[in-house]
């Protein structure tokens, strides 16, 4: 079974300049999250979707990131502008069920570096 | 609001040694605590999960033991190895749909 995909892996951007992560979960899988994990820390739900519903982003900075989940498979999470705090690896995960007690498999992530 | 503690935030141990990380947990309705792995550069992974209706849980050399009336659960590496070596977290979740991760800890296992 494919894991769960992001790309790119790696972005250096300056600050101000728009950037986009994209997330392809496990076939099957109707839970999506978006993670953001500083260096030394653990992940941080950033946004959760239930198919293409976001029914848990209550912890993104809405006036600079913004997501989706068109058709509830694959999803984007931008953030424009970046500033130089937003360095950091977004993480995504996905799960089968909508509880907190299904197993979340993760990506690899795309480690973003503002300059 | 929802917080797990999580220590220590580094451990070395001598190879075949044990080591165990503890972690509290603050949301009573917590129900599911995974443990993940997650090794320099690479993804986190699922090591072993424990739910609210027991109090222990073990798999070879991983033990994970739960106290839901302290909030406290923790994980137990027997006979550790090299290959051990990685940043280890804690989480806790429940019905609200949400995980929420401990702070991690470096695990070093010299040879």
């Known amino acids: 079974e494919a894991g769960v995909v992001q790309s790119p892996r790696y972005k250096i951007i300056e600050k101000k300049q728009p950037v986009a992560f994209w997330c392809n979960p496990i076939s099957g899988h109707n839970t999506l999250y978006w993670y953001l994990q500083n260096l030394g820390q653990g992940p941080e739900l950033l946004i959760r979707y239930e198919n293409e519903e976001a029914v848990d982003d209550s912890q993104l900075p809405k006036d600079r990131f913004s997501a989706e989940r068109l058709k509830g498979v694959d999803s984007t999470l931008k953030i424009q502008p970046a500033e130089l705090g937003d360095s950091a690896v977004y993480l995504c995960a996905s799960s089968t069920g909508t509880s907190g007690s299904d197993e979340q498999f993760f990506g690899p992530g795309t480690r973003l570096t503002v300059l | 609001g929802e917080n797990v503690e999580q220590h220590p935030s580094t451990l070395s141990v001598q190879e075949g040694d044990s080591a165990v990380i503890k972690c509290t947990y603050s949301?009573?309705?917590?129900?599911?605590f995974p443990w993940y792995k997650q090794e320099l550069g690479k993804r986190p992974q699922l090591i072993i999960d424990i739910r609210s209706n027991v109090g222990e849980k073990k798999d070879q050399r991983i033990a994970v033991t739960l106290n839901k009336t302290a909030k406290h659960f923790s994980l137990h590496i027997t006979e550790t190895q090299p290959e051990d070596s990685a940043v280890y977290f804690c989480a806790a979740g429940g019905n609200t749909g949400k995980l929420i991760f401990g702070q991690g800890t470096t695990l070093q296992v010299k040879p």
């Open positions: 949301d009573s309705a917590s129900n599911y």
